[in-house]
């Protein structure tokens, strides 16, 4: 899977790098369909954001932020964000394929 790491007006350490890839390849174990993930650091003043761009086979890609005092605390928000979209678009489409014929809800 590829990860891309995009930052501006900012500098990123080999250590976020890491943390960023490790993150990224966590992230197939909750919709298989992931194909490459996208990072953008950014420093606004005190403001640290990371933003997500995941990228799915035949689906929509998922796009999510973490805003923090520092990269490694808005990289936990966005890492609970990601997770918490792709659990709940997996689970969506299970429950629908699962569904018997002829049964309307």
């Known amino acids: 899977m590829a990860t891309r790491?995009?930052?501006?007006?900012?500098e990123?350490?080999?250590a976020l790098r890491e943390r960023a890839e490790t993150l990224a390849a966590r992230w197939p174990r909750?919709?298989?369909?992931v194909m490459d993930v996208s990072?953008?650091?950014r420093?606004?003043?005190?403001?640290?954001?990371v933003e997500a761009i995941v990228?799915?086979?035949?689906?929509?890609?998922?796009?999510?932020h973490g805003e923090g005092p520092d990269f490694r605390v808005a990289m936990d928000q966005l890492d609970d964000h990601?997770?918490?979209i792709l659990k709940r678009d997996r689970?969506?489409?299970?429950?629908?394929?699962?569904?018997p014929s002829g049964v309307q809800s």
């Open 39 to 41: 990072f953008v650091f």
């Open 12 to 14: 990123v350490s080999p």
């Open 91 to 99: 689970s969506r489409r299970k429950d629908f394929r699962q569904m």
């Open 5 to 10: 790491i995009t930052a501006h007006r900012c």
């Open 55 to 64: 990228s799915r086979r035949r689906r929509q890609a998922v796009v999510a």
């Open 30 to 33: 909750f919709d298989p369909a």
């Open 43 to 49: 420093n606004q003043g005190r403001s640290h954001t």
């Open 82 to 84: 990601v997770k918490r």
